[in-house]
């Protein structure tokens, strides 16, 4: 199998639930990110893991938990979210990290996550 | 705070008509990435382009860069169904990539 996997492709969860999502990279690529997709708005950066050390965390609030064991998987582990944490969470891969870069992502299909 | 804006929101058209899409700034980008979007998917890469009136060709698609490397558009030559998607502009600059919210493209055959 090769690009970006990711499971499940749609979850929903209660604000009390607890939850992972995963992400698979078949690219032998060093950097590995986590995207939040909302209708009408623009991709949001939530974390970058580059060698399997975060990198970035954008002021993401902490119900959101990310885990990088290795350079091929990512988790993103939930916690109590909130109805407004519903959307599309894409996880992406590129062969390096350098802030502000312009090494091409390759994207998963994402996770459709619904919170009621 | 660098942002990208981009227009239309949203454009449905027939199929075999031509089409632009813009994607604008008012900040300088080292880069800018286009990258297509279908139903159900993750974005994909269609083109990079880095130099300041750069014009790149794939296919039907044509990508422009701006002479101040703060916008840039597509242009689509007879657009087919196939073309249907969420195109997103993605601009490198300072210490990161900005996405814009998209352009959402519907052909109708």
């Known amino acids: 199998e090769t690009g970006v996997t990711q499971t499940p492709r749609h979850l929903v969860m209660g604000m009390t639930n607890k939850k992972s999502l995963k992400c698979e990279q078949h690219l032998g690529h060093n950097a590995m990110y986590w995207y939040k997709q909302s209708a009408k708005k623009p991709l949001e950066l939530m974390f970058v893991?580059?060698?399997?050390?975060?990198?970035e965390n954008n002021s993401v609030p902490s119900r959101f938990s990310p885990e990088c064991p290795n350079s091929s998987h990512l988790f993103l582990h939930l916690h109590t979210l909130q109805p407004e944490d519903s959307a599309l969470y894409l996880c992406?891969?590129?062969?390096?990290?350098?802030?502000?870069?312009?090494?091409?992502?390759?994207f998963g299909n994402g996770t459709r996550l619904t919170v009621t | 705070t660098q942002l990208l804006e981009q227009s239309p929101q949203f454009l449905s058209i027939q199929e075999g008509e031509n089409l632009t899409v813009y994607c604008n700034s008012s900040s300088v980008f080292s880069s800018l990435q286009w990258y297509r979007q279908e139903p159900g998917e993750g974005p994909v890469l269609l083109v990079t382009?880095?130099?300041?009136?750069e014009v790149k060709k794939l296919k039907r698609l044509t990508f422009q860069f701006g002479d101040a490397r703060k916008d840039s558009s597509l242009h689509i030559t007879a657009a087919q169904p196939g073309d249907t998607g969420l195109y997103l502009c993605?601009?490198?600059?300072?210490?990161?990539?900005?996405f814009g919210a998209g352009t959402i493209l519907r052909v109708k055959s």
């Open positions: 993605a601009g490198a600059g300072g210490n990161k990539l900005v």
């Open positions: 893991y580059s060698l399997e050390e975060r990198v």
């Open positions: 992406a891969s590129s062969q390096d990290w350098v802030a502000g870069s312009s090494s091409p992502l390759h």
């Open positions: 382009v880095v130099t300041g009136g």
